[in-house]
């Protein structure tokens, strides 16, 4: 966030305490039971079979021809071969050569800890990812800048990643849920560092819109990616400001965004209720706690496992802001700040208007209204008092995976919920209206 001036007046009093906090660390449950290997060879001959059948849609007609220079694994001892006649040194990385047509990818080091980290589906889709890039050589594709060619490459692999959740993969059986948001998850460590210009060289988009780009291949398939181009791309990658949002990360103190994001939310909603409702918005209380000492609430319809909730019977949002509340902060940025407050005023939203929150299609709603504020947010003039700075909405996607999970029983993923939240931040209340 960017906020013109500090507040001083904090809504909290963050007291010590910032232990260990489950919620935001990255579950490292899976042992991986292949090698990164085993699962590098036949998701290449998986993405190869996805592209046989698809080929001729994007390319007139045309005969998919796989990758003709080969596979390499590589390493510090055991360099990739020389592309057009360069020979590149040792970088944790996987590329596609498009002079000699060969893909390559790192072996000793990348390749293993993103199977470690975040499972074999998210090698799979890396090697889509690099695919794609074969494919954009066989068929073309006209003078885009790199950010529109790496995400019509997550596109690709999003349409790929569909084939196998539908059954068709031939490397990859009875994806979970739990196995798909990790994959997201994935993606948040292979994004641009924030503040990257979207049209700077080499740049891959953030994570927000990489992740919008696999979702569409997910939901509308290899056609939808052909015709990326930068003229009808959303993309929301965008530049530091001021020296000051550089220097600080664009991240306002924990107490500061608290505050400052309370007071929009509830300005954002005295301006949007009426709207949705006809009825006016009247001021909703929130109530910052210690961990583990909630406000008494008989019925509490909870976010983030119960440390934050929406109070239908008192009416109220509270929050553990000694433990979740620094650690969302802390670990993610201020904007995960944003997306848990966003996600507590939709839900008082959403009752207020007698609507539910703890169905699937409920809780989508939640998202997508909490989204609305973000759209809030992103679209106002820049000499604004509070604006959106580069790395909030990766820092939103980050604490739905942190918190959205396999959410309170009503059988959303994070995908799903990721999807929605991007729809209400892209097109605004418009879109969780229609
Ligand atoms: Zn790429």
Known sequence: MAAKRLFTTALVAAIGLLGGCSIVSVEQERRPARSAEDVVTPALQ?????????????????????????????????????????????????????????????????????????????????????????????????????????????????????????????????????????????????????GTPALAEGAHGNAFDRIRALQDGVDEGVTTCAGYR???????????????????????????????????????????YPRLTGQTWADLAVQPFRAGEPPDCPRPDASAEGAAFYCPDGDFVAFDSTRLGPALHDRIGDFAIGMLLGDLFARAAQTRRGQPTRTEQGQLMVDCLAGSWTNDLLTRPANSELTLSPGDLDEAVQALLAFGRNSEGDGTTAFERIAAYREGTLKGLAACTD
């Open 46 to 194: 998986d993405v190869e079979r996805f592209w046989t059948a698809q080929f001729s849609s994007i390319a007139d007609g045309a005969t998919f021809v796989p990758v003709q220079g080969g596979r390499f694994p590589y390493s510090e001892n055991d360099p990739p071969p020389a592309c057009g006649g360069q020979q590149s040194g040792y970088e944790p990385n996987a590329f596609y050569c498009p002079p000699d047509d060969f893909i390559a990818w790192d072996a000793q080091t990348l390749i293993p800890q993103l199977q470690e980290d975040f499972g074999p589906l998210l090698v799979g889709f890396v090697m889509a990812h690099e695919y794609g890039h074969a494919i954009q050589t066989r068929i073309g594709t006209g003078n885009q800048p790199t950010v529109v060619l790496e995400q019509q490459a997550d596109c690709y692999a999003g349409a790929w990643l569909a084939d196998v959740l539908a059954g068709r993969s031939t490397a990859f059986k009875d994806v979970t849920p739990a196995q798909l948001d990790d994959t997201v998850a994935g993606m948040l460590s292979l994004r641009d560092q924030p």
């Open 230 to 272: 930068r003229t009808n791309l959303p993309v929301t990658e965008v530049p530091f400001q001021t020296e000051r949002d550089a220097a600080t990360g664009g991240n306002l103190p924990y107490d500061n965004a608290v505050s400052s994001l309370a007071d929009d939310a509830q300005a954002y909603w005295q301006r949007t």
